[in-house]
């Protein structure tokens, strides 16, 4: 463990620890690429476990991989869950009621379609609630999307984030 200390601290825990083999905090987040925001409110199947405001965070190599369609090994991907604070007038982010992170490592995660999953509970940074359990409580809903890397989310022109670069007809 001394010896992962310089690269813990360097890298920030990033994400994950080759002694525990379990994805660690994602350190620094907040400073990656935005990919998306949206809602998820009562009514919808999942709302029990990710009712709330999403916040979708890409490192380096997995904005490459949306772009290319394909995630790369090393690539991570974080889902900031807030609760929603709705006034009646407009909708804001409320407390953590979790983090969520992917990180793709098909050597080690091979079958998981090469993707780690870890949760940590509110702001707590060593309360995590997948464990060794990624196969049944991630991978099963992630599976359906295997024709996009395992990945719900898009970015970019399809997710509605950029705008539509075709040319509009000019009204007179």
Request: net charge positive; hydrophobic share 30%; proline share 4%.
């Amino acid at each position: 463990m001394k010896r992962l200390l310089p690269f813990i601290l360097l890298f920030g825990g990033s994400a994950f620890s080759a002694e525990t083999e379990m994805l660690g905090f994602p350190g620094g987040y907040r400073q990656w690429t935005h990919v998306k925001s949206m809602q998820i409110r009562s009514g919808h199947p999942l709302h029990h476990l990710f009712g709330g405001v999403h916040h979708i965070y890409a490192n380096k190599q997995a904005l490459a991989g949306y772009k290319h369609g394909k995630f790369a090994a090393g690539s991570t991907l974080v889902l900031d869950l807030l609760d929603a604070r709705d006034d009646g007038y407009s909708v804001s982010d409320g407390p953590r009621k979790l983090v969520a992170v992917m990180h793709k490592d098909p050597k080690k995660y091979p079958d998981t379609g090469g993707w780690g999953f870890e949760m940590f509970r509110g702001e707590n940074r060593k309360d995590r609630t997948v464990g060794k359990d990624a196969r049944t409580a991630c991978f099963e809903c992630h599976a359906s999307q295997q024709k996009n890397d395992y990945v719900f989310s898009s970015y970019g022109a399809k997710s509605g984030s950029e705008p539509d670069s075709r040319k509009r007809k000019k009204k007179n």
